[in-house]
């Protein structure tokens, strides 16, 4: 069961993506990243590599591509707000 991550997991949990390039929205709870590739293939591949993870973890990124980046929201519908699985997908997202 997925669930809202906690005021002490938001610390360990959220630090390091926020040191990592990613940025708490401010309207609500989700964080945001944009990726920036050589072009247009280099960011649709790194989609398609992506889409794979979120498909396999049934968690499911907002994004847009404008040729060669890529806008990232992440944020769990599901509980209204940041869950771990936000967490694990953005390490993966950074990692591939
Ligand atoms: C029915 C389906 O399992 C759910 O809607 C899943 C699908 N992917 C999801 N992705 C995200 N980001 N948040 C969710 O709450 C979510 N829920």
Known sequence: MTEKLSDTARKTVLDPLLEAGWTLLEDRDAISKTYKFEDFTEAFGWMTRAAMWAEK?????????????????????????????????ARKLDAL
């Open 57 to 89: 973890w049934n968690h499911h990124p907002e994004w847009s591509n404008v040729y060669n980046r890529v806008e990232v929201t992440l944020t769990t519908h599901d509980v209204d707000g940041l869950s771990s699985l936000d967490a694990k997908l």
